[in-house]
Nanobody, 120 residues
Framework: QVQLVESGGGLVQPGGSLRLSCVAS????????VGWFRQAPGKSREEIAC???????IYRTSVKGRFTISRDNAKNTVYLQMTNLKPEDTAVYYC??????????????WGQGTQVTVSS
């Protein structure tokens, strides 16, 4: 079964950390760019980080220095390490096999999302 599954979300206090995982099954994730996106209630989805198949990385300005995207090709997984979390990071986080959500087509893969809540 071809799918992309996010996990690792949860409730964390401000200043805390979480590591999200994006695990692929049924296809090889390493040949694709992988983007992490998030959508907060009442807001549009935004791109926050992307790692290209060649390892090139870009980050949204608001998460630069706090979030780190990485690959483990042996595990067919892309991670998003999030540190110094802020309440404004609260959102559903998604991964997908492209760096732009609007570019996704049925030929791409994306997951169902994992909730991250930052609150004291």
């Amino acid at each position: 079964q071809v799918q992309l599954v996010e996990s690792g979300g949860g409730l964390v206090q401000p200043g805390g950390s979480l590591r999200l995982s994006c695990v692929a099954s049924g296809f090889t994730l390493s040949i694709h760019p992988v983007g992490w996106f998030r959508q907060a209630p009442g807001k549009s989805r935004e791109e926050i980080a992307c790692i290209a198949h060649d390892g090139n990385i870009i980050y949204r300005t608001s998460v630069k220095g706090r979030f780190t995207i990485s690959r483990d090709n042996a595990k067919n997984t892309v991670y998003l390490q999030m540190t110094n979390l802020k309440p404004e990071d609260t959102a559903v986080y998604y991964c997908a096999t492209d760096c732009e959500w609007e570019a996704l087509t049925p030929h791409h893969h994306w997951g169902q999302g994992t909730q991250v809540t930052v609150s004291s």
